[in-house]
């Protein structure tokens, strides 16, 4: 099916040369997605909520534009996807397509999550106080900051990238914060709580930049060979989030997420295909 597809493209990028574009403007839409997201996530403002029950005022974050922000993210990571699949289907290479994705890829999974882990940290501190101290936020923008390191020593060591990647992929961290708001619009198995917890998020905001520096070795969705050996890390992938969805719903995002760090933990890799991002 899919080498269907690609004799498509290549058929009728051969009647239409204006095709060759398609993978920038794929990456273009990527960033217009990304860019559109963090417009949502600002203007997710608090307000105040008072219990019917006992008159307490509480902070509220505005989750329905975060929601929203979530959508955009993932339409970015869809974009991402398909473009890298249109240039190799299409043969189309060039240093400026590649540095535009890194572009890209640092708005829409740098920027967008390092903003919406900003509204969580605000959302959690003004349950405890009215008045904000900006510095309990300023961690949010690490994310952004590493991953801008990841990107950039990416580009320069691309070749090496064969078979897996060295570090976690950016877009599987902008996915996985961009789950947040939908957990915390549908509140499965209370996992909001967490993200109502400043040291809950101090902890995942740690542990998301230490993965995308990480000497660890993560599998690319697309395998580079064909056979069971090669294939089993996403065929357990996808499957297994298959299953999760009806259970844990909107929550099966981050059990892939961790499911993913799990399986490229005990995934092996031939040392003579080593690659990293």
Known sequence: MCEKWVGLLRQYAYFWPTMKHLPNL??????FCGCIAIAYILTAQPYVYQNITDGHLQWIMGTEQLYMGSIFIFIAAVCDMLDGFVARALQVFSPIGQDLDSLADMVSFGVAPSVILYKCLWDANMQNAFDVNMLAMAPAFLIACFAALRLATFNITTTEQKTHFIGMPTPAVGIFVGSFPMIMWYNPMNLANVLHNKYCLYIIIAVLCFLMVSKIK???MIPTKKGMKYMWPQLVLVIATLVAIPVLQVAALPFAFILYVLLSLVTK?????????
């Open 26 to 31: 794929l990456t273009l839409g990527n960033l």
């Open 218 to 220: 993560f599998f690319k």
């Open 269 to 277: 890799y031939p040392d003579a295909e080593v690659a990293s991002v």
